[in-house]
């Protein structure tokens, strides 16, 4: 062993993970073609790494394997005793009443508990439109089958429309961005998903008219006053989504539109109810000879309406001056 051999050996390393400049390469294949020893040792390192890589592939195998065997032994546990539950059920249900009734409502829980412990355990595509879509159906069908068998009139088209509403406002973006949408509803998933849940909320308020059989009041106050509270989120989502402004802009404008909402909402529901319009700041009285007014609920509400509308005006316009000045120094 020389002195060039020890050098080689401390770039062997390098070289052997192809890290080495040229120069270093040449150098070291030079040495290698001449030096048995050497070359002994690059063998032996590429032994380690070798070792090294089949340890690692065995342990991900194993752990791979040991999280099947845990699934597969985890699903056959729920689906037993799931059964015995069924089993067990409808033998009661037959020996007590003769007939099967309950057992279904047993039956169809069981779906919803399936639906949200099976269903994920299971080795699928699209898992979570599936669990979503397993729950929601299990659901509506438990809801159902109360309802034939015990409601005395039928209400299930009630809570199937609200379940189907709240569903979509909730998960309707997820479920759109998962499903392999072209053309305009890929490029406009969000829109789609607010025609949507305007659509289920106008439905939802039809049927619920529909089956308590509800007078022309019922009508007139429930659709206005939707179309009145949709104009909020409507606006904050055009704004958000379609304005071409920088973000400052956008928050500023919300802040506007948050600010008037709370301010009119009270003298909206009033002229929806009793016909009347009112001024909203009428009782407004921040100030008296006496130092602040809080006189009646009217002025109190009144009050903290208006301050509600200044702190979102002034700290809308300070937010849009900035988003403003910097749109100039992005010109500039």
């Known amino acids: 062993?020389?002195?060039?051999?020890?050098?080689?050996?401390?770039?062997?390393?390098?070289?052997?993970?192809?890290?080495?400049?040229?120069?270093?390469?040449?150098?070291?294949?030079?040495?290698?073609?001449?030096?048995?020893?050497?070359?002994?040792?690059?063998?032996?390192?590429k032994d380690n790494v070798l070792d090294e890589r089949i340890k690692k592939e065995r342990e991900e195998v194993l752990g791979n394997h040991w999280e099947i065997v845990k699934h597969k032994g985890l699903t056959i546990g729920i689906a037993i005793f799931n059964a015995m539950i069924l089993i067990i059920t409808f033998i009661v249900n037959l020996a007590t009443a003769g007939r099967l009734d309950w057992f279904f409502i047993v039956l169809t829980s069981v779906l919803v508990f399936e639906s949200l412990v099976f269903l994920p355990l299971g080795a699928i595509k699209n898992?979570?439109?599936?669990?979503?879509?397993?729950?929601?159906?299990?659901?509506?069908?438990l809801l159902f089958t109360i309802d034939t068998l015990y409601g005395e009139s039928s209400w299930f088209l009630i809570p199937a429309s609200a379940i189907i509403f709240g569903t979509s406002v909730l998960f309707a973006p997820y479920v759109l961005a998962k499903l392999p949408l072209t053309g305009f509803i890929s490029r406009h998933k969000g829109f789609v998903a607010m025609a949507l849940n305007t659509l289920l909320l106008y439905t939802m308020l039809a049927v619920i008219g529909f089956q308590t059989h509800s007078t022309g009041g019922y009508w007139r106050t429930a659709f206005l006053t939707a179309s009145y509270a949709i104009t909020?989120?409507?606006?904050?989502?055009?704004?958000?989504?379609?304005?071409?402004?920088?973000?400052?802009?956008?928050?500023g404008l919300c802040l506007f539109y948050s600010g008037l909402?709370?301010?009119?909402?009270?003298?909206?529901?009033?002229?929806?109810?009793?016909g009347i319009w009112y001024n909203p700041l009428r009782e407004a009285n921040l100030f008296?000879?006496?130092?602040?007014?809080?006189?009646?609920?009217?002025?109190?509400?009144?009050?903290?309406n208006l301050l509600i509308l200044l702190a979102c005006f002034i700290i809308g316009a300070i937010l849009i001056s900035v988003g403003l000045m910097r749109k100039k120094k992005v010109k500039i």
């Open 232 to 251: 909020y989120p409507w606006a904050m989502f055009i704004t958000i989504r379609y304005f071409k402004v920088n973000g400052f802009i956008k928050a």
């Open 288 to 304: 008296s000879a006496d130092g602040w007014n809080w006189i009646n609920y009217r002025t109190v509400n009144a009050n903290i």
């Open 1 to 45: 062993m020389n002195a060039t051999c020890d050098i080689i050996t401390d770039l062997l390393p390098l070289y052997h993970d192809e890290v080495c400049n040229k120069t270093s390469k040449k150098f070291i294949e030079e040495h290698l073609e001449t030096c048995e020893r050497c070359q002994t040792l690059l063998e032996k390192m």
């Open 127 to 141: 898992k979570g439109l599936w669990v979503l879509g397993s729950f929601v159906s299990s659901l509506l069908l």
């Open 261 to 274: 909402f709370t301010l009119f909402t009270n003298s909206m529901i009033d002229m929806i109810l009793d």
